[in-house]
């Protein structure tokens, strides 16, 4: 029996019943553990904001071909590692990351790493949708333009029509790909920013709340494109809704305080949590 949570309306907006209409699509819920290598390996990470602790000797591997969700509650931490995994929190001067994250053996962090090569092989999705202010076409071709990823135009025009359609986008806008992109609903920019993230052909996409802004229908085609792209990248999604991390999810990891609680197949996290602080924050008794 699936706790209440699941069975009433989500708090983001996921209408009730829809854990049982979208999990058989091949949410980790229904079918389990991911069997998959670790394509990302972090070990003993911390991180510091000045002289604040954010992160506290988080040690985690991410499967590739599969979705890992982070949970737990507002200011846990979740953001923080996610944006460690393709170097974001560089961008912060105050900031400050020890330990070692590893994408196919080689340490993320070291100097021979070019972060701008590595954010292309690791894509972002944020919380709110951020199209370019340009076309539809232009933001999708922007990244394999700048990377040299199409030697013709005739390339490049293969390479968004490509990622249009594996966005699930392509028959929405085929027919006004030189309007703006921020003309678009919010979910179709939501799905405009996933298209151009793999238009430069990643091997991991990172998902910061990527339907926390969006109406239950928008949602629903946001997980039903997620469960898609895991059969080809390695995708990283934070939320705070339980019910969407049990419908896309093959493992979940549980963070609190700082630091990672637990981790392991979504449906044993769901289950039969280890820790009782798991347990607690997914029926509700704190977050």
Known sequence: MLPKIFRQRDDEGGAAGLVSSTATLGGGFINGAAHH?????????????????????????????????FIGPS????????????????????????????????????????????????????????PFPKSIFENVAYGPRIHGLAGSKSDLEGVVEQSLRRAGLWEEVKDRLHQPGTGLSGGQQQRLVIARAI?????????????????????????????????????????????QAARVSQKTAFFHLGTLVETGPTEEMFQRP??????????????
């Open 37 to 69: 290598p670790p394509k990302v390996i972090a070990r003993g990470v911390d991180v510091f904001y000045g002289d604040k602790q954010a992160l506290f000797d988080v040690s985690l591997e991410v499967p590739d071909k599969a979705v890992t969700a």
């Open 75 to 130: 200011g846990c931490g979740k953001s923080t590692f996610l944006r460690c995994i393709n170097r974001m929190n560089d961008t912060i001067p105050y900031a400050r990351v020890t330990g070692r994250i590893e994408m196919d053996g080689e340490d993320v962090n070291a100097r021979s790493v070019d972060p701008v090569v590595l954010r292309a092989r690791v894509g972002m999705v944020f919380q709110k949708p951020n």
């Open 199 to 243: 238009s430069v052909s990643p091997e991991v996409i990172l998902m910061d709340e990527p339907c926390s802004a969006l109406d239950p229908i928008a949602t629903a085609r946001i997980e039903e494109l997620i469960d898609e792209l895991r059969q080809q990248f390695c995708i990283v999604i934070v939320t705070h809704s339980m019910a």
């Open 274 to 287: 280890k820790d009782p602080r798991t347990q607690d924050y997914i029926t509700g008794r704190f977050g």
